[in-house]
């Protein structure tokens, strides 16, 4: 049974850091590319980033370049996502995906298999 688990949410005051993991497991994990995504209250699912196991190749979106971090250990499966000098409009429910290969469009949420339940980011002013 294929399964994402997000964990390492929170309420964090702005400026502030947080460390998001995305557990994997029931997959080839070098197979797959890492996604992660977030949504906020009645806006669409936006892409944040994406790593691919394979070769490492990282792509962020521009909201978060300069501040954000995925990084992946093969070696547990494991996907983080450190998120550095938060903003209030960072808040969302943040969800990781697992596409196979590296999507032609890694922000695209339709390029993706599999997705994680989400964690609650919460960015205070």
């Known amino acids: 049974e294929v399964q994402l688990v997000e964990s390492g949410g929170g309420l964090v005051q702005a400026g502030g850091s947080l460390r998001l993991s995305c557990a994997a497991s029931g997959f080839t994990f070098d197979d797959y590319a890492i996604g992660w995504f977030r949504q906020a209250p009645g806006k669409e699912r936006e892409g944040v980033s994406c790593i691919s196991s394979s070769d490492g190749s990282t792509y962020y979106a521009d909201s978060v370049k300069g501040r954000f971090t995925i990084s992946s250990d093969n070696a547990k499966n494991t996907v983080y996502l450190q998120m550095n000098t938060l903003k209030p409009e960072d808040t969302a429910v943040y969800y990781c995906?697992?596409?196979?290969?590296?999507?032609?469009?890694?922000?695209?949420?339709?390029?993706?298999?599999?997705w994680g339940q989400g964690t609650q980011v919460t960015v205070s002013s």
């Open positions: 995906a697992a596409a196979v290969g590296l999507p032609l469009r890694p922000y695209a949420p339709y390029e993706y298999d599999y």
